[in-house]
């Protein structure tokens, strides 16, 4: 197959996967960010509005609510998540007994669609027929029954640990991938070394992973900014907003209130905090490097 050598070949197969790439994903944002500038309701035609949106958009408190909430499921998610998974990945990625089935279960989370997840925790969630209230009253500890979800306190949390839940096994999975590539070498050199545990995970294991936890990283980053289905079908937002993130405000404003302008100006804002945060994180890396 020396034909796959030469580099017209090469742009042939790229092409094509270009030409969707734009389709499907570049063209739709700018498409978004030019609608974000307008007044448009989805029928008739779209009105030039300048920066109307992002004015009000400012001055809106639910804005400022659902940027709170996606704030913390990003920083809780982040923390556990990146951290959990590292470490279960480590301890799967030795040769123990029923390591294999671990790994089976373990990621068996990821691939249950998002909106079953969320059906499936409300039944462990909800304040009034979740298994966690329905034993906690059981017990005679009535008292400890909190609102988990759909309260004006707890839902973000909540929504943190389901999606920990959900993606901890991929991302266990990335890192296993990871610790494969370290040659038993290195590892053993360090050992002979004395190099403790600890010692051989900060300054082995972690450095030659760069690149795999830059990888995590990411996936995170763009994952929290994508959590959808989950709040829809757990909280659907409310009470009264109190649980919106800034996706499912935008989704709200969209195609509920059908308020298209108002709705794209939030997913441009979306869109460009995770920017922001995946360019503080790669200036990070590369200061660090």
């Not at 034909?3 to 739709?28: A, E, Q």
């Not at 089976?104 to 304040?127: C, E, K, N, R, T």
């Not at 609102?147 to 296993?176: C, D, K, M, R």
Request: hydrophobic share 50%; glycine share 8%; proline share 3%.
């Amino acid at each position: 197959m020396y034909w796959l050598s030469k580099t017209r070949y090469k742009i042939g197969f790229i092409i094509p996967t270009c030409l969707v790439y734009i389709l499907f994903i570049i063209l739709p944002i700018f498409i978004a960010i030019g609608y974000s500038f307008t007044s448009y309701y989805g029928i008739g035609k779209a009105h030039f509005n300048g920066l109307t949106n992002y004015i009000h958009l400012f001055h809106d408190n639910i804005f400022w609510k659902s940027l709170k909430n996606t704030a913390i499921i990003f920083v809780l998610v982040s923390v556990i998540l990146l951290v959990l998974s590292f470490f279960i990945a480590l301890l799967l990625n030795q040769r123990l007994k029923f390591a294999d089935m671990s790994k089976a279960l373990i990621f068996s989370p990821a691939i249950i669609a998002p909106i079953i997840v969320g059906i499936i925790w409300v039944y462990i969630l909800d304040p009034k027929i979740g298994i966690i209230n329905s034993t906690l009253r059981l017990l005679g500890h009535a008292s400890w029954a909190k609102e988990w979800i759909g309260g004006t306190v707890l839902s973000p949390y909540s929504i943190a640990v389901i999606y920990v839940w959900q993606q901890l096994g991929y991302l266990t999975t990335i890192f296993i991938a990871g610790l494969k590539m370290i040659p038993d070498d290195i590892l053993e050199a360090a050992k002979v070394d004395g190099a403790n545990a600890w010692q051989r995970i900060w300054h082995v294991i972690i450095p030659s992973m760069r690149s795999t936890i830059s990888t995590v990283i990411i996936l995170i980053i763009t994952g929290v900014f994508k959590i959808f289905e989950i709040v829809q079908q757990t909280t659907g937002g409310g009470p009264n907003h109190m649980s919106e993130t800034l996706v499912t405000y935008s989704y709200s404003m969209t195609f509920q209130s059908g308020n298209y302008g108002y709705g794209m100006s939030l997913a441009t804002v979306t869109f460009l905090v995770s920017l922001v945060l995946m360019g503080i994180y790669f200036i990070f890396s590369s200061e660090r490097k």
